[in-house]
Structure formats: C-alpha cells, structure tokens
C-alpha cells in the first residue's frame, strides 16, 4: 500500500485495471545532456534533480501510474566501474532519487517503484552472497524511503534476477521482476517460459520483460513467459516495458549488439502510431502492466495512454494537447495537412527514413560472449589504451 492510502500495484493489478509505466530515463537524460552514455549511470538525481523531477512530471502528464526511482545501475560496484569516477556513494544517488519519485507521485495517481538491475560482479563470476549484499544496500535505501514496490529489471541471465528477487521480497513489498531477454530467453539458454517460472518461484508476483527488444518481439516473449508460468501451475500478472527501437534484425543479445547502439538508433525509433498498436497488442496477450524503456519520450507513453483510455476510463492531462489520431490537424492551415485528420491516414502510413542509401536492416556484432568469457570480467581501473587497442582490432576483423 502507498502511504496515501491509495491502492497499490497488486491491488490494482487484481482489480483488472491498467497500470501505465513510465519511460527510459537513462537514453532520455542522455539526450537531454544529464547522463554519460557508456557507464549509463544515474548520478543525475542528485547532481540535477531538476532535470530528472521534469521529466518525472512529463511522464506523469502522459499517463503513468508509476514512478521509477531513477536508480538504473546505481550499484556501488557498477558506479565504480571501468574509472567511472563519482563524488557521490550509491546510497546518496538512491536517496535523491527516491525523494524525487515520491514528490512527483503525490502530485498524481501513480505509485513509486525502486529499481535493481544487473551487476558487474555478476559478469565477474563473484558469488551469490556478494551480489547479493549490492542488491541488499539499494534494498535498505528502498525500504527507508518506503516505495510503494520493488523492480529487479534488465537482467540478461535468470540465476542473477532470481537472486535479486529473494533479496527483494525480504522487505515484504511486491516485487515485480523482468528480464532483458527476447523469444531465445536468456544468455545462458534458459527459455522465456523456463525463466518466467523460476522468477515467480523465487517470489516475483508480476513478471516480464524490458528493453533490448522492440515491442512486439517483448509481448511475444512475454505471451512466452505466461505459457511458462501457466504450465508450471503457476500464478502471476504481467508486465512490459519494451525498446521504442524497431529491432527485426536483432540476435539474443538484443539492441546493444547493433552497429548503431547507441549513437545512432533513431532512424529506428517507433512513431506514437506504432505505440498504438504495442499497447492494444501488450492488452490483448493479457499484459495489463504496459511501460516502456530506452527510446521512449512522454509522447510514447502518452500514445499508450490513448490507445487504452476506452478500457482505464480517460485520458490523460497530457491529451489537452493532441486530438486523437491526428483531430488537431482540422486546425491546420494548410489543406492537405487537413486532410491527414483521420485515423486511417496515420494507421496506415509508410513513414520513410529519408536516407537513401542506408539499409533497412544491419548485421549484429555477434561476438557470443556471456557471463564467466574473460572479456566480461570487469574492473574498477579504468580501460587502458592497449585493452582499447585489442578491442578495436578485433572489431575491424569481425
């Protein structure tokens, strides 16, 4: 339950209604000039909580029932990573982030959810026990600001998210769990149904997937994940959070495997008419916990927002500013801009790149390295010249 008395996530989720998340903090502040692309870590929470409280309000304005804590890789082990060099303890980050949750939650119908994610010393082969303890310190964090659940997401390997789960359930909130997996499952070759099993076994009551994937290849794994979870007798709500990338050229190790990732995704981006039809199709497999991930702006979510408000009841603020389907065009002072007011013009459009001479697709890395491979030891020095060089040489003869 939120401190407000309102319902929280389970009760919301039990009632059969629609729960609406937001969107991928880390590339949108990366765009916006607050976040480091490479470490992808969220110090901005407390160095500028106004740029992270800002975007907070935008997703809350589009639609979302909940409010991330901007705590994406704010493990200590994964700050320290690599060089990156911090004034700030994880701890600090955590705190900001959750303050800056709550503040924006109460200003709406949304509850706040604390976020884990994968950990370098996972890739490094350490123990349960020790990452265990990183999951541990961000759980204390959570459970002194009180949120209102707990959300161990983006994790490549099911063994890591299971233990992330059993850290989480300890403090006795809902946990929700997803995997950054598609339709081949994880990197060590366990199957999304398999996964989903063991996630809801370790005591995850709302399981799915986020990012790596576009859309509909995340609500397939996902339909995936619900046969597992069904077949093993099991019971659990479903979530999704996927890329705003269209990614049909994709391997199992998703979007980060792209040439273009992640300077160069946006001729890939999703329309909001693309959104429209994610969060009919999410619905219709019986997912009714529908976010979004890397890629996705407010206008995304607030394009979810739409398509479901038949079934949630409304709209959301956000729509003052938009006719559906394009109605605001009416307005246009140009005719044939007028003309595209109409549901089966955008529906049913092409939209081109306006780059003739690339493809439509690309060739993944392919370098089939996963946890317990050298080169996913990691370290806390930073990458010397000579790794660098290797690295280099061994792109070019890939």
Same mark, same amino acid.
């Given at each position: 339950?939120?401190?407000?008395?309102?319902?929280?996530? /389970?009760?919301?989720?039990?009632?059969?209604?629609?729960?609406?998340?937001?969107?991928?903090?880390?590339?949108?502040?990366?765009?916006?000039?607050?976040?480091?692309?490479?470490?992808?870590?969220?110090?901005?929470?407390?160095?500028?909580?106004?740029?992270? =409280?800002?975007?907070?309000?935008?997703?809350? =304005?589009?639609?979302?029932? *909940?409010?991330?804590?901007?705590?994406?890789?704010?493990?200590?082990?994964?700050?320290?990573?690599?060089?990156?060099?911090?004034?700030?303890?994880?701890?600090?980050?955590?705190?900001?982030?959750?303050?800056?949750? $709550?503040?924006?939650?109460? #200003?709406?119908?949304?509850? @706040?959810?604390?976020?884990?994610?994968?950990?370098? !010393?996972?890739?490094?082969?350490?123990?349960?026990?020790?990452?265990?303890?990183?999951?541990?310190?961000? /759980?204390? @964090?959570?459970?002194?600001?009180? @949120?209102?659940?707990?959300?161990?997401? &983006?994790?490549?390997?099911?063994?890591?998210?299971?233990?992330?789960?059993? *850290?989480?359930?300890?403090?006795?909130?809902? *946990?929700?769990?997803?995997?950054?997996?598609?339709?081949?499952?994880?990197?060590?070759?366990?199957?999304?149904?398999?996964?989903?099993?063991?996630?809801?076994?370790?005591?995850?009551?709302? @399981?799915?997937?986020?990012? %790596?994937?576009?859309?509909?290849?995340?609500?397939?794994?996902?339909?995936?994940?619900?046969?597992?979870?069904?077949? +093993?007798?099991?019971?659990? %709500? &479903?979530?999704?959070?996927?890329?705003?990338? %269209?990614?049909?050229?994709?391997?199992?190790?998703?979007f980060i495997d792209l040439p273009e990732f992640p300077f160069a995704l946006e001729p890939r981006i999703l329309t909001r008419w693309d959104m429209h039809? &994610?969060a009919r199709e999410a619905y219709k497999a019986g997912i009714h916990y529908i976010g979004g991930c890397c890629g996705y702006e407010p206008y995304h979510?607030?394009?979810?927002?739409?398509?479901?408000?038949?079934?949630?009841?409304?709209?959301?603020?956000?729509?003052?500013?938009?006719?559906?389907?394009? +109605?605001?065009?009416?307005?246009?002072?140009?005719?044939?801009? $007028?003309?595209?007011?109409?549901?089966? &013009?955008? #529906?049913?459009?092409?939209?081109? !790149?306006?780059?003739?001479?690339?493809?439509?697709?690309?060739?993944?890395?392919?370098?089939?390295?996963?946890?317990?491979?050298?080169?996913?030891?990691?370290?806390?020095?930073?990458?010397?010249?000579?790794?660098?060089?290797?690295?280099?040489? =061994?792109?070019?003869?890939?």
């Open positions: 339950q939120n401190p407000d008395g309102d319902k929280g996530i /389970l009760e919301r989720l039990d009632a059969g209604e629609i729960v609406i998340g937001d969107g991928g903090f880390v590339f949108a502040l990366e765009k916006r000039g607050y976040v480091k692309a490479g470490p992808w870590t969220p110090e901005a929470a407390a160095e500028h909580p106004e740029a992270v =409280r800002q975007l907070h309000r935008e997703f809350l =304005r589009a639609g979302a029932n *909940v409010m991330q804590t901007f705590t994406f890789y704010a493990s200590d082990d994964k700050l320290e990573n690599r060089g990156n060099k911090l004034a700030l303890t994880g701890a600090q980050i955590n705190e900001a982030a959750c303050d800056l949750a $709550r503040e924006v939650a109460n #200003e709406g119908d949304a509850l @706040v959810a604390g976020g884990v994610s994968q950990t370098p !010393s996972y890739l490094s082969c350490k123990s349960d026990q020790e990452v265990k303890a990183i999951f541990k310190k961000q /759980l204390d @964090v959570f459970t002194k600001k009180n @949120v209102d659940f707990l959300i161990a997401e &983006y994790f490549e390997h099911v063994e890591e998210a299971v233990w992330a789960v059993e *850290v989480l359930k300890e403090s006795g909130k809902p *946990v929700a769990a997803t995997l950054c997996i598609g339709p081949e499952g994880d990197m060590h070759g366990n199957s999304p149904g398999d996964c989903a099993a063991k996630l809801v076994k370790a005591g995850a009551q709302i @399981v799915g997937v986020n990012c %790596h994937f576009d859309p509909l290849t995340c609500v397939k794994t996902v339909k995936m994940m619900k046969e597992g979870v069904e077949k +093993a007798g099991l019971k659990a %709500h &479903y979530m999704v959070q996927p890329l705003a990338y %269209h990614t049909p050229d994709c391997n199992c190790q998703g039809q &994610y979510i607030r394009a979810v927002s739409e398509e479901l408000a038949p079934e949630r009841g409304f709209l959301p603020a956000a729509s003052e500013k938009h006719g559906m389907w394009g +109605a605001g065009l009416e307005m246009h002072t140009k005719p044939w801009v $007028r003309a595209r007011a109409r549901r089966d &013009y955008w #529906e049913n459009l092409k939209p081109a !790149s306006g780059r003739p001479l690339c493809p439509s697709m690309s060739a993944p890395d392919s370098w089939g390295v996963t946890r317990g491979h050298a080169d996913l030891m990691q370290q806390k020095e930073a990458t010397t010249k000579d790794q660098l060089k290797q690295l280099f040489d =061994r792109s070019k003869n890939h």
